[in-house]
């Protein structure tokens, strides 16, 4: 129900915009994800938008990715900026029915199938 894209490989300094588009049922009034993993390590939160548009992201995209929602297309963005190295990972978008943002992987229920994000240096 929920079908991640956008990524891809780019090189360090690059951008690329992630999409997570909803099917089946609307998710407009749930917090919505994005969680990232790379190989060998656990799965982390990137940003979030809760239901009023509040957003939050994590220490290490600060100033980089923006997160965003088109209600009307049931879709969430993840602008990614300045992407670096340490970037590379798998990227899963996920909706959480209360609409307050977690930043805890188990607090949603419904995720995407992921999208790989390589970023060569």
């Known amino acids: 129900q929920l079908q991640a894209s956008g990524g891809g490989l780019v090189q360090a300094g690059g951008s690329l915009r992630l999409s997570c588009t909803a099917s089946g049922r609307t998710f407009n009034s749930y917090a919505r994800g994005w969680f990232r993993q790379a190989p060998g390590k656990e799965r982390e939160f990137v940003a979030g938008?809760?239901?009023?548009?509040?957003?939050a992201y994590a220490e290490s995209v600060k100033g980089r990715f923006t997160v965003s929602r088109d209600n009307a297309k049931n879709t969430v963005y993840l602008q990614m900026n300045s992407l670096k190295p340490e970037d590379t990972a798998v990227y899963y978008c996920?909706?959480?029915?209360?609409?307050?943002?977690?930043?805890?992987?188990?607090?949603?229920?419904?995720w995407g199938q992921g999208t790989q994000v390589t970023v060569s240096s």
């Open positions: 996920a909706a959480r029915k209360y609409g307050v943002i977690v930043p805890n992987p188990s607090g949603y229920a419904d």
């Open positions: 938008i809760s239901s009023g548009d509040s957003t």
